[in-house]
Every structure is written in structure tokens, then in C-alpha cells.
């Protein structure tokens, strides 16, 4: 399967995907910010910088059917060790106290050993996004689970589903059994075991045009599921709504559900979970340096609302951090339901 | 008026009962939510139940409400199919024991 990009798909350019967000279908609803209007948190205003979300790169092993970034082997756009270095300039600058490293797959990255050991050389706390089939696709990356542990990074891994089915579904056939035994690594240099302090975070996302359960409850589920069979452990269970961006609104429209799910999206929207929406206290940086509230904005080209700081070469933590997010009706998609957010559901 | 009994935009608009008697649709919706809730069973498991017994009164409203609800818990089509199964089984099962019945009053009036 290739990347929307390779395949000159109309949707690859986020143009056309902000025209069918913004398109006639929805004129039924109040757009996202006449609704927050509505419930009175208008402007939607950053509260600070916790997160230094960075995108490394959109190349990745696999080709999931929903992702937004349209990542695949085919993506060339990789983050350059000088642009690396501006994100180190800014971190030792700031008291920013989290970097969350995400892709693609960010390991792919040529200089991503490098720069997580400079990160850590910081004294922030490093989560990185890890799909877990990276481990096994060649020789080099079988000591990653040795690697995250010695510089104790928090590993946070899609695993749509506890069964094979609606896993390789989703991700690729033999997806399933290769993050089974990915994770099993993990668990084997401890982590998700009680008392190492090493996190391992699973992600649920919806195989399908349909909102994610409860949270809670799916956690229970994967817990004793994932332990009965195969005898793993982890931490916590995130469940993220998918965004419809890129491939997933390519799913959407083609399979007949886009106007649905907005529908749902909208229906659902739950003013309790916009104080804690993940762009008011993230700034994400693009592979390429420039900054964004999120990483569907970065996807939809849609820059940082403060003009004088767009790119890590001119970041002033000052202006960020009170900065008007810039909204699109993809938003719904952080407010429906249990809300949603890199780190799972933000109204429980 | 539609010229079906049916239609499907009516399911979002269950809500609207209370139109004409809120009290009591105030009541039964309260009573809804408490029995969908987690209990003794999850509601994964009541969303289950749900969907059969949706088959087994064959009604369109809850048999879409329930198909999607009972996948988005995370049910597979197999499992779903056999919880239709055990509808159909009860149904059946219901027509056939009343044969009992039919057994009984034929040996009664016969010679």
C-alpha cells in the first residue's frame, strides 16, 4: 500500500482536506468555534507549554489505514540533525518539561539515538511514540527496548484492538503478532512490570467510522485479555478518537461515512472536555521546524496562530504561550464524548 | 407522513417521546441509562444481550443501535452472529415446545 503523496491523491494536499471539512455537508452544525462560542471558550487560548511534541520524520514500516499522517516507507521527509539541534536549543532554554517523539515511525530517523541522548542530557522526561512492528523490521532495532530503558523513556504504542482481527485490519496483516511480540520484549527489560517505574502506554483507536468505548473499561478488558494470552503487562490504556484527516477521511468518504461520523463528532460534543484539550498546553514541531498547536494542524498546514513564531528558529516561549489556537472542524474530534487527546480520553 | 413505517432518521429523535408525556419518558430514559450502566455485568455484555434480544423482538431501531454499540465495544462479527444465533434459538425453541402442547390436545381427542 502506498502513501496518499505517492499516489497523487487529491487528499494528499491539505487544501482539499479543509475543503471537505469546511464543505456544504456540515452547514447543518455550527462550525467547531461557533460552538465553543456557544459554551463561552472563545478565544481557545494556550495555558503554557508542557509538551515539545516533535515530529521527526513521516517515514514509517507500516501503512495503517487510518493515519493521519499518511505516513509509509515511501515518505522522504525526515527531521535533519541541524533541525534536531534547534529543538535542543530551545528545550535548554526553557523549562518545557516533557518531549513526546513521534513520526512515522521516529526511530526510522538516522539520528534519532542522538538526539534522545541529548534530550536526556536535559533532564526532560521522554516519551516516544513507538509502533512496536519497528523492533522487529531488521536486526539494528532489537535492542530498542534496552535502549529506551537505559535512558528511561515512556513507550506509547497503537494496539487497536487485543485480537489479531481487528488489529491487522487496521495496521497490516501480521501487524498483530508482531506488536504481541514487541511488547513482550518490553515486558522482558521491564517494562509495564510493577516497581520499575518504566511506562508502557497502549493505544486503542477505533477500527472503524465509530467513537472509541470507555476508556476504563477497555483498559480492564485489554489488561486481562493481553495477560491471559500472552502474558503482558502495561500501564495504562489511551483511547483516541481518530481525526478525519488524510487517510481515515479518505476511509470516511469512501466507504460512505463521512457525513455520519461528523454527525457523531458534533452530536457528541462535550464542552467538559475543552479546558483540558491536549493544544493548550502542547506546541508540535513539523520535521521541517515549524511549530503548530497540534499534530492534525501540523498535518492540515495549518501554522501557529503568533506570527513572529512559526519555526524553531524564531521560538519565543512568550508569545506561545499565550497564543489563540487556530481551529477547524477536525476539533470535534478532540471534544466528542470522552474527549481526546495524544495521552487518551481528557473528560472521564 | 412517510409512506414507511419505518425510517431511520427516527432512532435520533427517540428522545422526542417526551414531547407528548415528559414525566414518563423522563422516567423510562432515567431507568434506561441505569440499566445499561456497568453492574454486576459490564455494559459490554448488556450491549450484547441488547442486540439479541433486538433480534428476537425483530425491532429495526434497536437492532441498529445495538449492531453498532456492540462493535464499538469490540464484539467481532463472529460473536455477534452467534448472539443472533441464540435468539433465533430461543424464538425457534419458543414455536417448537408449544408442539408439546399440540402433542398433548391431539392424544387427548384422539382414539
Known amino acids: 500500500m502506498k502513501s496518499l503523496k505517492v499516489l497523487q491523491h487529491h487528499l494528499a494536499d491539505s487544501r482539499n482536506q479543509l475543503a471537505v471539512l469546511e464543505g456544504e455537508g456540515l452547514r447543518k452544525h455550527p462550525s467547531f468555534a461557533e460552538q465553543l462560542a456557544i459554551v463561552g471558550a472563545l478565544p481557545l487560548r494556550a495555558k503554557g507549554i508542557d509538551i515539545f511534541q516533535v515530529n521527526v520524520g513521516k517515514m514509517c514500516n507500516q501503512v495503517c489505514k487510518h493515519c493521519h499522517v499518511d505516513a509509509g516507507p515511501d515518505r522522504k521527509e525526515i527531521m535533519t540533525r541541524e533541525t534536531m ?13 516533557t518531549v513526546d517523539l513521534t513520526g512515522g515511525a521516529p526511530e526510522l530517523n538516522p539520528d534519532f539515538r542522538w538526539f534522545v541522548t541529548e534530550i536526556k542530557k536535559l ?19 532489537k535492542n530498542l527496548p534496552e535502549f529506551f530503558r537505559e535512558h528511561d523513556i515512556e513507550v506509547v504504542s497503537s494496539l487497536p484492538s487485543f485480537t489479531q482481527d481487528r488489529t491487522d485490519r487496521q495496521r497490516g496483516d501480521g501487524v498483530f503478532q508482531d506488536s504481541i511480540t514487541a511488547l513482550q520484549m518490553l515486558n522482558a527489560v521491564g517494562y509495564g512490570e510493577p516497581d520499575t517505574g518504566l511506562l508502557l502506554n497502549l493505544v486503542y483507536n477505533p477500527a472503524g467510522a465509530f467513537l472509541p468505548p470507555s ?24 483511547a483516541i478518537t481518530n ?19 461528523m454527525d457523531k463528532l458534533i452530536m457528541s460534543f462535550n464542552p467538559a472536555a475543552v479546558n483540558d484539550l491536549m493544544c493548550r498546553n502542547t506546541i508540535s514541531v513539523g520535521w521541517d521546524g515549524f511549530l503548530y498547536d497540534c499534530d492534525f494542524n501540523q498535518m492540515l498546514d495549518l501554522p501557529v496562530s503568533a506570527l513572529e513564531s512559526r519555526h524553531l528558529k524564531d521560538f519565543d516561549l512568550g508569545e506561545l504561550n499565550k497564543r489563540d489556537i487556530v481551529l477547524n472542524e477536525h476539533c470535534y474530534g478532540c471534544t466528542a464524548g470522552a474527549g481526546s487527546s495524544c495521552g487518551g480520553a481528557v473528560a472521564v | 407522513m412517510s409512506n414507511s413505517y419505518y425510517n431511520s432518521d427516527d432512532l435520533a429523535k427517540f428522545g422526542n417521546i417526551a414531547e407528548f408525556h415528559k ?28 442486540l439479541a434480544v433486538a433480534h428476537a423482538v425483530q425491532c429495526p431501531y434497536c437492532i441498529d443501535a445495538y449492531s453498532s454499540d456492540a462493535f464499538e465495544k469490540g464484539y467481532s462479527e463472529t460473536q455477534m452472529m452467534e448472539a ?28
Request: hydrophobic share 45%; proline share 1%.
Open chain 1, 85 to 97: 539541534q534547534l529543538c535542543l536549543n530551545v528545550l535548554a532554554g526553557c523549562s518545557i518539561s
Open chain 1, 123 to 141: 533532564n526532560k522526561h521522554i516519551i516516544v511514540r513507538c509502533n512496536l512492528t519497528i523492533i522487529l523490521a531488521n536486526k539494528r532495532f
Open chain 1, 215 to 238: 476508556q476504563q473499561a477497555l483498559e480492564k478488558e485489554y489488561k486481562e485479555e493481553l495477560f491471559k494470552n500472552f502474558g503482558i503487562r502495561f500501564n495504562n490504556l489511551f
Open chain 1, 243 to 261: 481525526m478525519p484527516i488524510s487517510r481515515y477521511l479518505d476511509y470516511l468518504l469512501m466507504t460512505g461515512n463521512y457525513e455520519k461520523y
Open chain 2, 23 to 50: 414525566g414518563l419518558a423522563d422516567k423510562f430514559f432515567s431507568y434506561y441509562g441505569d440499566v445499561f450502566a456497568e453492574g454486576t455485568l459490564t455494559a459490554k455484555e448488556k450491549s450484547l444481550v441488547a
Open chain 2, 84 to 111: 443472533v444465533h441464540v435468539a433465533a434459538a430461543i424464538k425457534g425453541g419458543a414455536v417448537l415446545v408449544h408442539g408439546v402442547q399440540m402433542m398433548n390436545k391431539v392424544k387427548d381427542i384422539g382414539m
